[in-house]
Nanobody, 130 residues
């Protein structure tokens, strides 16, 4: 059984930083062919896949609004993935979920964000407010 457990959310002022962690069990994060990453969800905007790391070649992908501010990474020894979020903005406020797609990094129809088909955690709230 694959389980993902997020931690590290909280409240921060605009311009601040947070680091989200996601401990994974039941599937190794170096399993060939998978994509690992993060999506966020808000009542008004719905689900938005913000980043994806392709395990095959280690490449990282981001949506335009977070590129240069967010960094996705993994620690294979700990079987944990991370999302470092810097220069946070109020529009980053959302519940953040770590996720895995067994077929790699997939762009949603329209090509504007990433969609994860297979596994995700319970979510952690990130609030950016002054």
């Amino acid at each position: 059984q694959v389980q993902l457990v997020e931690s590290g959310g909280g409240s921060v002022q605009p311009g601040g930083s947070l680091r989200l962690s996601c401990a994974v069990s039941g599937l190794r994060l170096d399993y060939y062919g998978i994509g690992i990453g993060w999506f966020r969800q808000t009542p008004g905007k719905g689900r938005e896949g913000v980043s994806c790391l392709s395990v095959n070649d280690g490449s990282t992908n981001y949506i335009e609004s977070v590129r240069g501010r967010f960094t996705v990474s993994r620690d294979n020894a700990e079987n944990t993935m991370y999302l470092q979020m810097d220069n946070l903005k109020s529009e980053d406020t959302a519940v953040y979920y770590c996720a895995i797609d067994l077929t790699g990094c997939s762009l949603r129809d329209g090509g504007k964000d990433y969609y994860f088909h297979d596994y995700w955690g319970q979510g952690t709230q990130v609030t950016v407010s002054s």
